[in-house]
């Protein structure tokens, strides 16, 4: 790997990894004092709730990394319920750099806390959401056992109350719906619900121009260009394949946000039939409506959870040496899966 005024040097080959600051061998999911499970199943659940989602199942499974045998996985997730709301979170984290697991960690065991807490959370979802990820990260910066200069995560969730849903994104995490198109058609299609934050989209770009950061690929010595990425103006640093996320406070001065963005539509049960939330271990590889198809193939969100990490893991073997941290929850919408 060589950037303008950089020799090639031992991460020359780990393309995909989010940040490629450093040599530390414990980036990207090196040893932290604070980590999620190496890898968590949660059974398909079935919930008391009023609101569109009948079922629900989530799984998180570490990757692997031949240069780092002492790995641990990075992501996160969360699913829980507001009774006094009818609503449920669906949330899925990806932390990276040194620090990256502390930081989805941090969020993982506050952020439907604070939420549910906040004032506005009965009538502004957003709001709430909003305030609450906005307090829970500048408590992680200021936490002096975590180091963010280097590390984060990003953030995706679904929020449905009822038959509203409501996307919160920052970075490239995603969530996607599974929907019919006309009467009497039972093939399922996908909808990209939340869009992935890459630093070479047009107003993420202007953005970080305007803070004084920059954005470029890396150029291989073989001549493959990696992701764009942000950098400082003055160094070749973070080297951030994303243009937000939570802490990464050196990336952050070069224009990258920790501002959520907001995608919302109410559910239609005539056409709306499922939801994926996963990190970009299942996206890098497998297409949105590749998705969707495995989902709708398996009629149960418990075993297509397992489906859809172990084709994550396949397709990540046959391009990569190796296999990036991997969430994913799947929801059924009215009965779908229960058909």
Known sequence: ??????????????RRR???????????GGVSKLSVNDGQKIDSMQIPLECAVNE???ITEKGHAPYNPRKKNQDALIMTGDANTNTLILCVLDGHGEHGDSVAVAFQNSLAKEMINHPAWKTDVKTASAEAIEKIEKMVIGNYRIDTEFSGTTLSMAIIRGNRLTGVNIGDSR???????????????????????KPDTPKEKERILAAGGRVFAVEYDDGID?????????????????????GDSVAHTA????????TERDLDPATDKCLVIATDG????????????MVASVKSPAVSVDVLVKE????????????????VITASLFGYMNA
Do not use: C
Request: hydrophobic share 35%.
């Open 1 to 14: 790997m060589k950037t303008p005024n950089q020799k090639p040097g031992p991460l020359a080959k780990i």
């Open 18 to 28: 989010l940040t490629v600051t450093g040599a530390t061998p414990t980036i990207d």
């Open 56 to 58: 629900y199942s989530g």
């Open 175 to 197: 969530v996607i719906i599974g929907k019919v198109h006309g009467t009497g058609n039972t093939s399922l299609v996908a909808e990209e619900f939340t869009h992935d934050h």
């Open 226 to 246: 990696g992701p764009p990425r942000v950098w400082l103006g003055h160094m070749d640093v973070p080297g951030l394949a994303m243009s937000r996320s939570l």
């Open 255 to 262: 224009g990258v946000s920790s501002v959520p963005e907001f």
């Open 282 to 293: 299942l996206w890098e590889f497998v297409s949105n409506q590749e998705t969707i198809n």
């Open 312 to 327: 994550a893991r396949k397709r990540w073997l046959e391009e990569e040496q190796v296999i990036d941290d991997t969430t």
